[in-house]
């Protein structure tokens, strides 16, 4: 079993920076494809950013190209996402998956572990 955990979240002006932390517990991730994914209130969870386990690839979603970052460290069990740039529509709900399988994958339901997620609103 694998407990995650996300922080780093807050409220941030627009055009401003976060960084994201998601921390597993439990045993090792480093053979595991991880992503980011965010809800906002009222809209289904959609997908951010995703990593294969040993970083060789990663995907974002359209909005986020060029602004998002998504990195991990093996060695400490923990993958980021590193988002700049915010703009209000990031606003969301930002939670953190493990994909037992290792290849970077884009679909929710793939996702075996899920984290409580970190809160992340951008004013305008």
């Known amino acids: 079993q694998v407990q995650l955990v996300e922080s780093g979240g807050g409220l941030v002006q627009a055009g401003g920076s976060l960084r994201l932390s998601c921390a597993a517990s439990?045993?090792?991730?480093?053979?595991?494809?991880m992503g980011w994914f965010r809800q906002a209130p009222g809209k289904e969870r959609e997908f951010v950013a995703v990593?294969?386990?040993?970083?060789?690839?990663?995907y974002y979603r359209d909005s986020v190209k060029g602004r998002f970052t998504i990195s991990r460290d093996n060695a400490k069990n923990t993958v980021y996402l590193q988002m700049n740039s915010l703009k209000p529509e990031d606003t969301a709900r930002y939670y953190c998956?493990?994909?037992?399988?290792?290849?970077?994958?884009?679909?929710?339901?793939?996702?075996?572990?899920w984290g409580q997620g970190t809160q992340v609103t951008v004013s305008s």
């Open positions: 990593i294969s386990w040993n970083g060789g690839t990663t």
């Open positions: 998956a493990a994909d037992r399988q290792s290849q970077a994958r884009v679909v929710l339901a793939r996702y075996d572990y």
């Open positions: 439990g045993r090792t991730i480093s053979s595991y494809a």
